[in-house]
T-cell receptor, first 113, second 113 residues
């Protein structure tokens, strides 16, 4: 069964600190993996997208990594800011079959001053 | 910038009412999607459409129908609302390919009493 699991479920850090969020998937065959940021009460916004051949992608202070062999991805946030408080969702799409995206349940990050 | 708009941010309906949720995108995207998002469950696909008048069921289509008469507009219909359809509903669109990013609307929080 195609699944995406994220950890931790929630995380609290102090402003200025770094953090890493994890995503493990069992989607096969793999097409691409996205990380989204979702502010409370808003729709998700894309941060990064990686295909099979890419193992790192950056977007400002956000750096995503992908290990296609172990089927793991991480999202690293550097020098966190209060505005980073949000849910971060990992989404994997398959290379064949029904056109759909498999969503993780997200990691809720809170950054404290 | 891509813009996906949804007709209402908040909606309160009574059990048995017919409910229409509308979504409009302004970037000539081929694909449009309806999801519901519930705590601890992540986003689940209700229906998607890859062309005008074309639609396919997602993971949880029961109790819902959709309409896509024009390329820019995708409507979700609850024929007879029930309390278990209380949720956040998110619309998304993407250009065409599987690697294309989905752009999400702000969401509609529907409460069925």
């Amino acid at each position: 069964k195609n699944q995406v699991e994220q950890s931790p479920q929630s995380l609290i850090i102090l402003e200025g600190k770094n953090c890493t969020l994890q995503c493990n998937y069992t989607v096969s065959p793999f097409s691409n993996l996205r990380w989204y940021k979702q502010d409370t009460g808003r729709g998700p916004v894309s941060l990064t997208i990686m295909t099979f051949s890419e193992n790192t992608k950056s977007n400002g202070r956000y750096t995503a990594t992908l290990d296609a062999d172990t089927k793991q991805s991480s999202l690293h946030i550097t020098a966190s800011q209060l505005s980073d408080s949000a849910s971060y969702i990992c989404v994997v799409s398959a290379a064949s079959g029904t056109y759909k995206y498999i969503f993780g349940t997200g990691t809720r990050l809170k950054v404290l001053a | 910038d891509v813009k996906v708009t949804q007709s209402s941010r908040y909606l309160v309906k009574r059990t048995g009412e017919k409910v229409f949720l509308e979504c409009v995108q302004d970037m000539d995207h081929e694909n449009m999607f309806w999801y519901r998002q519930d705590p601890g469950l992540g986003l689940r696909l209700i229906y998607f459409s890859y062309d005008v008048k074309m639609k396919e069921k997602g993971d949880i289509p029961e109790g819902y129908s959709v309409s896509r008469e024009k390329k820019e507009r995708f409507s979700l219909i609850l024929e007879s609302a029930s309390t278990n359809q209380t949720s956040m509903y998110l619309c998304a669109s993407s250009y065409r390919q599987r690697t294309d990013t989905q752009y999400f609307g702000p969401g509609t929080r529907l409460t069925v009493l």
